[in-house]
């Protein structure tokens, strides 16, 4: 199974789609297998060498369009066609149904348990490297509080890729104007999976880029022996607009298969502009990727501040940098998947996935990314409890492990589930923060969108009620996808969210305790909606 892109699947869709129509072909990346980054983690790799790089570097800015669902079904009479308009048509629910769904809402709008959850997660285990011991203990922490509500709980092993930061320093030590004796300090973070410098560092003089075109438009061996900055910029007006996802999509190409095509052209680091929206100079790691026709070379991200520093110096004159990275890759872990089953009252066989991500990146504590989409996941599970709730088909709480970094848990559990795919009805992943709902996206047959014309209704007390059709709703549950499992995510404001996801700043205290219960509000109705219909949903 091929991994797909955190925390915005829509982000990767839309560079395949720039892919699949620009095509462009540099030709210098002699890469065998084509490594095209998604977001936050994700590298696709697939046999389409050396134009994935190239084609990507083409269509920036393509927008993600969302389709709204099909128009309701042309009816004669008024009635049905008001039915149409307003329900989605005829309901896959009774009244009874809805009215638990609303039950489940509002109980989820008051009920604290999902804060409470957060806020351990984020201050006391804190951040959640896949390996590490925190990822342990935060393992061993939701599966217990998942038994404690009587959950059926399993913890399904997955090997994980265990990196650790180092050291990770790096100044200016030359530069057009520098006062003698003095040295310039740069902000930067190892990217996740980087390489080590040598312990006493690597000074080298500094190219910068703006994108893959420049690269390619540079004279053979401009790099050579150098540290080669990409200094692409995180669209913060489409972000102001609502387009996070996609400033996200645009930029984060660099992060990820910028050392592969530094390495192609003889860079001895590479550097990239961080991706996101972050200010107060603050650098955003995250996975960057290598490929083995090229050497593995050191890669950080600088700030937004420092790569414009470091542009302007060097359009002066020959700029020198010393750069430190120490990080290590350690051999892959042993960890888990907290699968807590609550069982179906009729099809116990049948189930329907909630769930986020439990690992997290290393420099805050994984608050928005993914400890809110975990949290609100456990909060279906626990109102269910609360509530008595048994529907038809058994929920499926599962926080994944190593998303950020290759979905290792993912992968695993499609290997594990790979005959019981059939029996997958649904399958949701929160993996974009806890701002404001306002739908829900869903990916398989474009009936769904009609099919969730009741759930709509349902949450048009929260605002949350647009249904959007989507290529992709989440990493790790994109192999449910593929295989024609419908799948869902929230639909959030991310405004916001890439200002902080991935940085230090991703802390418990960004998270809006009201929206966050939204969240979780959309979580528990959809997933007892799919886990009670009658019918399955469409596909
Ligand atoms: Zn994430």
Known sequence: MRPRCEPCTRAFWALRQRNRSTGIDVGVWKVSHGAVVTSGM?????????????????????PFST???????????????LNDMT??????????????????RDAALKDPYALNELRHLSDNIGPRLSGSPQAGQAVAYVAAEMRALGAEVTLEKAKVPHWVRGTETAEVVAW????????????????????ATPAEGLTAEVVVVDDWKQLSALPPDAVKGKILLFNRKFDKELAAQGGGSEAYGGAVAYRGAGPIAGAAVGAVAVLVRSVGGADYRLPHTGLTEYDEGVPKIPAAAVTAEDADMLKNLTSQGPVKLRLTLTPQTLPDAESFNVIADWKGSEHPEQVVIVSGHLDSWDLGTGAIDDGAGVAVSMQVIHLLHELGIHPKRTVRFVAWMSEEEGSEGA????????????????????????????GIYYSGKPALGKWLGPVAQVLDAIGAETMVN??????????????????????Q??????????????????VDPKHLNENAAVMA???????DSAEAAPR
């Open 525 to 531: 109705v959809l997933a007892y909606a799919v886990a």
């Open 493 to 510: 404001d991310n405004r916001f969210y890439f200002n902080y996801h991935h940085t230090a700043a991703d802390t418990f205290d960004k």
């Open 87 to 104: 329900a989605g048509g005829k309901s896959a629910w009774t009244p009874e149904q809805l009215t638990v769904m609303e039950r489940l």
């Open 176 to 195: 057009p104007g520098q006062t003698p004796g003095t040295t310039q300090k740069v902000v930067l973070t190892a990217l996740g999976g980087s390489v």
């Open 470 to 491: 989507a290529p992709e709703t989440g990493e790790d549950i994109g192999g449910l996808t593929e295989e024609g499992v419908p799948s869902f995510a929230p639909v």
């Open 42 to 62: 994700e590298i696709v790799r697939k046999n389409i060498g050396i134009v994935a790089i190239a084609a990507l570097a083409a269509g920036i800015g393509v």
């Open 411 to 438: 992968a695993a559990y499609m290997a594990d589930h790979k005959d019981e795919v059939a029996n997958h009805i649904g399958a949701i992943e929160s993996d974009l923060g806890a701002d404001h709902p306002t």
């Open 67 to 81: 389709a709204q669902d099909a128009p309701p079904s042309p009816s004669t009479n008024i009635l049905d066609r």
